[in-house]
């Protein structure tokens, strides 16, 4: 385990440029992280400056070539570049991703602070439930809305949202129950302050905290569940590259043309690995380490 | 959770009991609460639903007579109150009647029975892996200062981000179809379990390792373990009879949250590796929108999860004996 270390800047010494320091306090990895993040926010605003090929045009004289220098990721069946395909799904995946996390941690947030704060009656009752959810595996949970409500892009975020939201939800409650314990809280109890006071300007405020952390981590596994569910084909419908629909697309073509499974997966790994290692590494900035080296 | 700890001696076995009767109540208890919600979901559906069902059996979309539709209604019992229709459902549940498949007409049950062999096995067979590859990583690496250890964890860490599918697809492209080691569709030999069991156990292995791995550290410190070095036993010993007994203990716990994991992911890889199970159906009944079909195995499921949980905390009490009651 690392014992931090406090360094001083020498006394008359002039201070480095605030984003220097900043710079040097960041890891190589969280860099590379951010570089990539950064990366598919441009493709996903501004596709066409990332795309080599017009990701819809046909070329059935370049029908499953394998990755070269004229087409990066290689091509599909129709020819079409996988790249630039990639590059154009980029917004529908982060958009339903960034959805399916917001609707999750919503719902969390309401189930887990009324259980938190509204005392024994509600906190059991809202408990049990989180236990009965949590006996439905995720995609289940998810495959049953899209039974009930149809295929559709709101399907797939309700059906994530939902789906992930109990494992946020027992979270927050504990995150609110830890807080509500607190000596800061007893101290204001104790001083008088109104309870409603004491809610709004210290509980909540050191509840949510960690939820920065959660929301980071949590794009990327609604990312990971939502192009789960396109791989099984019931995403968004095929002509869309939105990254599930292309893994999906190339599942019947994996023994003969690898790069169409093999490359929109690489996307999604390194979307959702980028959002971890920011995601730890601002828990650690947040938290502090706690047993991790 | 609070854990009293009870006196021994003859009070024991009764309260065991009770213990026993009660987390039997508390099951029935969470696999009712999943029927209703399950049922609850269904009455959401848009649409009529003798409409879905008449369309279902022609196959397009048909213009049917009222009295078809009052037909069909009649028969499902789709006109009746809505907490008529939830006790029967309840009813029929009771006597293991999860219904009848709307598009094939079968009773769900049997459909369940035939494939939920394959799916079960490959979920423990990944759940055994990935207790192997972790436990093994935690004794190797754990608090040693070695750049393999660093790099190990951060393999844990990175396992536990991709998906399996992914992971099924890459290990299916490589070993099958390149390398040709195993065989691309295996579905009743032990080779071809091989890699769809791999690719659902290396993400949990990535999720368990970590979880063993600071509790490891951790329990490293303790005074006992110091003791043990003093009385000369050697790093491997003290890791593999003290250290270990107390590091698994949160894993165990987490083996009953990943059971569901393990099931979602089963349903991917059976898809990723073409194989049988509860997957494939699964995924035909939500593209039909075979409702009772669908609803009975995400019942199903939730009430493997619940039966997996009670033996997990039975498990936990095996291994530490401290703890009698909760």
């Known amino acids: 385990m690392n014992t931090p270390t406090l360094t001083l800047p020498a006394p008359g010494a002039r201070r480095p440029h605030p984003l220097t320091a900043l710079a040097a306090s960041v890891p190589g990895s969280v860099g590379l992280a951010g570089a990539v993040l950064l990366f598919f926010l441009v493709a996903a605003l501004w596709p066409q400056a990332l795309q080599t090929h017009d990701p819809l045009q046909m070329d059935l004289a370049a029908v499953l070539q394998a990755p070269s220098a004229a087409h990066l990721f290689g091509t599909d069946q129709t020819g079409r570049d996988t790249y630039s395909r990639l590059i154009e799904g980029t917004r529908q995946s982060l958009g339903i991703g960034l959805g399916a996390t917001a609707l999750s941690l919503g719902l969390a947030l309401l189930l887990g602070v009324t259980a938190g704060l509204g005392g024994r009656v509600a906190d059991a009752v809202i408990s049990r439930v989180l236990d009965v959810l949590f006996a439905f595996p995720t995609l289940f949970l998810a495959l049953l809305f899209v039974t009930v409500f149809g295929v559709s892009v709101a399907t797939l975020i309700v059906a994530v949202g939902v789906g992930t939201a109990p494992g946020y939800a027992r979270m927050i409650r504990g995150q609110v129950l830890a807080v509500r314990g607190a000596g800061y809280v007893e101290a204001a109890r104790a001083l008088g302050h109104a309870p409603a006071r004491i809610v709004r300007q210290h509980i909540l405020p050191n509840a949510i905290r960690p939820l920065v952390v959660m929301l980071t981590l949590g794009v990327g596994q609604s990312i990971v569940w939502a192009s789960g569910l396109a791989f099984l084909g019931l995403g968004v419908a095929p002509p869309s590259p939105e990254w599930g629909a292309l893994l999906d697309a190339g599942r019947s073509y994996v023994t003969r043309a690898w790069w169409l499974e093999v490359m929109p997966g690489l996307a999604i790994v390194a979307f959702a690995l980028s959002v971890t290692v920011i995601g730890r590494h601002l828990q650690d900035r947040l938290e502090g380490k706690v047993g991790r080296p | ?326």
């Open chain 2, 1 to 326: 959770m609070s854990t009293p700890i009870d006196a021994p001696g003859r009070g024991g076995r009764g309260l065991a009991r009770a213990r026993l009767l009660w987390q039997g109540l508390g099951a029935v208890a969470a696999l009712w609460a999943a029927a209703s919600f399950t049922f609850l979901v269904q009455t959401l559906m848009p649409g009529d639903r003798a409409m879905l069902l008449i369309n279902m059996a022609a196959g397009n979309l048909t213009n049917p007579s009222p009295e078809e539709i009052a037909a069909v209604n009649a028969r499902y019992g789709f006109d009746d109150p809505v907490l008529v229709q939830y006790l029967r459902y309840l009813g029929n549940l009771l006597r293991g009647d999860l219904g009848v498949s709307f598009q094939q007409h079968q009773p769900v049950l049997a459909m369940i029975g035939e494939q939920i062999g394959p799916t079960l096995t490959l979920a423990f067979s990944a759940l055994v892996t990935a207790w192997v590859i972790a436990v093994a990583l935690t004794l190797a690496c754990t608090a040693r200062e070695h750049p393999l250890s660093r790099a190990a964890s951060a393999l844990q860490v990175a396992l536990a981000t991709i998906p399996p599918y992914w992971i099924g697809t890459i290990l299916l492209v490589a070993f099958a179809v390149e390398l040709r080691w195993f065989p691309v569709e295996g579905q009743h030999s032990l080779a071809g379990l091989v890699l769809p069991t791999l690719s659902l156990a290396l993400p949990l292995a990535g999720y368990l390792g970590q979880v063993l791995q600071d509790e490891f550290a951790r329990v490293l410190e303790q005074p006992f373990v110091t003791s043990a070095r003093m009385r000369g036993m050697g790093d491997l010993g003290v890791r593999l009879r003290h250290v270990l007994r107390h590091a698994v203990l949160p894993g165990v716990t987490l083996s009953g949250w990943a059971l569901g994991k393990l099931l979602s992911g089963a349903v991917l890889i059976e898809a990723v590796f073409a194989r049988q199970g509860l997957g494939g159906l699964l995924v035909a009944a939500t593209s039909a929108r075979d409702v009772p079909l669908v609803t009975g195995i995400v019942l199903t499921s939730a009430a493997v999860y619940v039966v997996t949980n009670l033996l997990v905390d039975h498990a936990y009490r095996l291994i530490d004996p401290r703890i009698r009651l909760s």
